[in-house]
Nanobody, 124 residues
């Protein structure tokens, strides 16, 4: 599975961006977004699971970010609102073929396929 992440850029604090992750026209089952800021570990941002109507978010983005899947399940978006300078990072989308259990949902090591990352910079 080849993933293509896009939509990053420079935005002022309080602004919005919408990231997209596409999988070369095929559907994606279990998808997550992670981010990594310079000098920091990769951090879980959001995830959705096939057959699960719930959406899962990291504590630092809850209430500001939303993970969305298109009807064909070929693209997953990360809508980011009320951005803060601490949201500055490279954002990665990732896919896991088999549905992860809830306790593993936030673990980067569970995901087999990764996009190349897209840089989000939030200025103060």
């Amino acid at each position: 599975v080849q993933l293509q992440a896009s939509g990053g850029g420079l935005v002022q604090a309080g602004g919005s961006l919408r990231l997209s992750c596409a999988a070369s026209g095929r559907s994606m089952s279990n998808v997550a977004w992670f981010r990594q800021a310079p000098g920091k570990e990769r951090e879980f941002v959001a995830a959705i699971r096939l057959g699960d109507t719930n959406k899962y978010y990291g504590d630092s983005v809850k209430g500001r970010f939303a993970i969305l899947r298109d009807n064909a399940k070929t693209t997953v978006h990360l809508q980011m609102n009320s951005l803060k300078p601490e949201d500055t990072a490279i954002y990665y989308c990732a896919v896991k073929e088999n549905r992860p259990i809830l306790s593993a949902l936030r673990l980067a090591g569970q995901y087999s396929y990764w996009g190349q990352g897209t840089l989000v910079t939030v200025s103060s």
